[in-house]
């Protein structure tokens, strides 16, 4: 059965990497590795398509292949994914580079009625080595400057590199919101001229800081200031939120249905702060 489900993967992949994007569609179940997604969320299927579909538009000649993938004591399949292409299109915002990469993704994959959930074995560091190579990421002695780019990553990577995990953790905090929109969008504590990438906006209060690759982190120094737990980010449309005591990240989608309680509940105005 292992053998059959190996070739399986590898033959997806493979009419993925000669171009039929669809042929994900047939690769992924519709739940993630360790967690089924609600009814008002979107299914793996569909964000790894959407994904995949991207990453060929940016990349055409894009590869993905497993050639060491093998069953292990676990039930599971074990093996590292060899991605390679070159950035011939725009992607996220990073224009073309004409640059050819190569990376190697340990993962584990676990078979669901005929489809498979697909585990990154990245951590937090190997995910942003990535991210950097590409240019998503300033270069590490850059980090407190604004981006080169005006790019915009999915709120479904950011949570996997920084939490590792899809699902939400768990946190009471969100029920402490009471501001949604800034009125602003530069430091309230930087001095004039001080450079930093972006602000984030306190979700408690309006307070607004830079973020914790800049120089000062006074969105950091807030929360640790105030205990106001909550940032979201306010950068071109991104909406996700930030939790500093439980490390969680919650996607835009989420920011959108406490605005709506709010506003339900006469504690927000309509389309207000």
Not at 116 to 138: H, K, Q
Not at 232 to 257: T, V
Request: aromatic share 6%.
């Amino acid at each position: 059965m292992a053998d059959d489900d190996i070739a399986s993967v590898r033959a997806l992949l493979a009419q993925y990497s000669s171009g039929d994007v669809e042929a994900v569609s047939k690769l992924i179940a519709p739940e993630f590795f360790t967690y089924v997604p609600g009814g008002d969320e979107p299914t793996a299927t569909e964000l790894y398509v959407g994904f995949a579909a991207e990453l060929k538009a940016a990349a055409p000649d894009l590869t993905i292949d497993i050639p060491d993938l093998a069953a292990g004591e676990d039930g599971l399949l074990h093996g590292t994914a060899r991605v390679a292409g070159t950035l011939t299109g725009t992607l996220w915002g990073i224009p073309p580079s004409g640059e050819q990469h190569v990376f190697e993704i340990p993962l584990i994959v676990r078979p669901i009625e005929g489809r498979y959930a697909f585990n990154l074995a990245l951590d937090t560091p190997g995910v942003i080595a990535i991210l950097r190579s590409i240019g998503f990421v300033n270069v590490a002695d850059e980090m407190h400057l604004p981006p080169r780019n005006p790019v915009v990553i999915s709120d479904f990577i950011l949570k996997l590199a920084f939490t590792g995990q899809v699902a939400d953790k768990p946190c009471a905090h969100l029920a402490d919101v009471r501001v949604i929109h800034p009125i602003g969008d530069v430091c309230d504590d930087c001095a004039p001229g001080e450079i930093w990438p972006t602000v984030r906006l306190c979700l408690i209060c309006g307070h607004l800081g830079c973020c914790d690759t800049s120089t000062n982190k006074h969105a950091r120094g807030h929360w640790e200031a105030t205990g106001h737990a909550l940032m979201r980010s306010i950068r071109m449309d991104e909406g996700w939120i930030w939790c500093y005591p439980d490390s969680a990240l919650f996607q835009k989608r989420s920011l959108n249905a406490i605005e709506a309680r709010l506003v339900a509940s006469g504690s927000l105005p309509s389309g207000g702060a």
